[in-house]
Structures are given as C-alpha cells and as structure tokens.
C-alpha cells in the first residue's frame, strides 16, 4: 500500500521559509519520481518541482529561484525548500509518486498517486 504524507505546511510572513516533507513508502519501483504539485484558490493544479530516483531534479520556471527539492532515501522522504515567500505561494501542496517514468523522460507534472497535502499560507 503506497503512503504519501505531506508535512510542514504552516502560517508564515512574507519573506519568510519554509520546508515542507513527503514522507514516500510502500513501494519498490525500479524506476520512479516524487514530485511537488500546489493548487492555489480558485486555481488549477500545478507542478512545481520533483526528482527522480536517480536523482535528477526538475523545476517549473516559477519556482527556479526560490524552491529547492531534495531526497533522503533513507528516511524516505521528498523535501521541498522554499525561500522568501510570497502572497502567492499561498496554496495547498501536494506530493505525487510517479509511477510510469522512464529516465528519459521529465517528471514534471506527471502524477500517479497523490498525498493528502499540506496547506501553506503566506499572510502578514
């Protein structure tokens, strides 16, 4: 049974960081990515970042500055790093497994399995 739990979604300031958790278990693929997602109010799903098994990292190009993605395989979690928020990182964030990946191929916005999310406000 695949687990994807989300963790670190919080209340803070602009300006502000903020480093959000996926816990990713239950599985043992050969080949697979977890990726980072947010949905905005009133607003459609988007990619946002997500790294391969092999370790391989991919950004959307609104969250090259200021969002970092890195793996503990360990631990078995997915973090997302972000810095200096703003107003409209206020959203729901969400971490996906992907599945059906080659290596050839971006992870960026592809899902197969979601988490719950994790709310993350930015608000003085």
């Known amino acids: 049974q695949f687990q994807l739990v989300e963790s670190g979604g919080d209340l803070v300031q602009p300006g502000g960081s903020l480093r959000l958790s996926c816990l990713a278990s239950g599985f043992r693929f050969d080949y697979y990515a977890i990726g980072w997602f947010r949905q905005a109010p009133g607003k459609e799903r988007e990619g946002v970042s997500c790294?391969?098994?092999?370790?391989?990292?991919y950004y959307a190009d609104s969250a090259k500055a200021r969002f970092v993605i890195s793996a503990d395989t360990a631990k078995k979690t997915v973090d997302l790093q972000i810095k200096s928020l703003k107003a409209e990182d206020t959203a729901v964030y969400y971490c996906?497994?992907?599945?059906?990946?080659?290596?050839?191929?971006?992870?960026?916005?592809?899902?197969?399995?979601w988490g719950r999310g994790t709310q993350v406000t930015v608000s003085s």
């Open positions: 790294i391969t098994s092999d370790n391989r990292t």
């Open positions: 996906a497994l992907v599945r059906h990946i080659t290596p050839q191929q971006s992870c960026l916005n592809r899902s197969d399995y």
